[in-house]
């Protein structure tokens, strides 16, 4: 039984489509009101949907909390290499599609908030590419879709902060075009981190 990764992709996909309808409908409405106003209605909305987003991925992390007891023969350091059974991983990842490099694949724990890598709250994944994934299994798996490797090495180099101190990474969007993704640290700080123009731009948000 699988969790998260179909249910996740159908909400974002309801989201982005509510967003786009609910703008387009303003754009009409509002085409001889004022464009300053316009732009703070539109705003409003994509904090909303954020907002949304945000409380999803928060319920997501909580059910992995829950479900993440010691796995005989998992590492507990947050520098292990891999996960013990990474075969295992490995044939979940398969098994639904995910589009990797099997011969190139890189690890790394998802630790608590100082920095202790005991318990099992998954694992990111990615093959040297732009492409990362999430993984974690236990009662129940879960597989969904990271932050891009590109995405968030620029954050790094913004705010020298290090991976580990990321407790949340979700999107408002799914599918084609430019979605923004957004980061929330263990500390709180929540950031923005979009593409436009050829560039990568990472806002903190003030909440």
């Known amino acids: ?23 387009a409908w303003l754009v009409y409405w509002m085409q001889d009101k004022d464009q300053t106003a316009l732009k703070g209605v539109v705003d409003r909305i994509d ?11 928060e319920g997501e992390q909580h059910q992995i909390e829950e479900d993440s007891g010691e796995i005989a023969g998992e590492p507990t350091t947050a520098d292990a290499a891999s996960p013990g059974n990474a075969e295992e991983y490995v044939r979940e990842l398969k098994s639904r599609g995910i589009p990797l490099d099997y011969s190139k694949l890189r690890w790394s724990k998802k630790v608590r908030a100082d920095g202790d890598g005991r318990g099992n709250l998954g ?20 597989v969904r879709p990271a932050i891009p490797r590109h995405l968030l090495t620029k954050w790094e180099e913004v705010t ?8 949340l990474d979700y999107q408002t969007g799914s599918g084609k075009g430019s979605h923004a993704w957004f980061v ?24």
Not at 47 to 57: F, H, N, Q, T, W
Not at 123 to 142: A, E, P, Q, S
Request: glycine letters at 14%; a positive charge.
């Open 1 to 23: 039984m699988t969790w998260g990764w179909t249910y996740s992709g159908i909400v974002s996909l309801i989201l982005g489509l509510v967003a786009t309808g609910l703008v």
């Open 47 to 57: 904090d909303a949907v954020r907002e949304i987003s945000e409380k999803l991925a």
């Open 123 to 142: 694992w990111f994944v990615d093959d040297g590419g732009l492409k990362r994934y999430f993984i974690h299994r236990g009662r129940k798996t879960l």
């Open 160 to 167: 020298g902060k290090d991976p580990r101190e990321i407790e």
């Open 184 to 207: 929330r640290t263990y500390a709180g700080d929540t950031w923005r981190i979009g593409t436009g123009k050829g560039s990568v731009v990472v806002a903190h948000l003030d909440e």
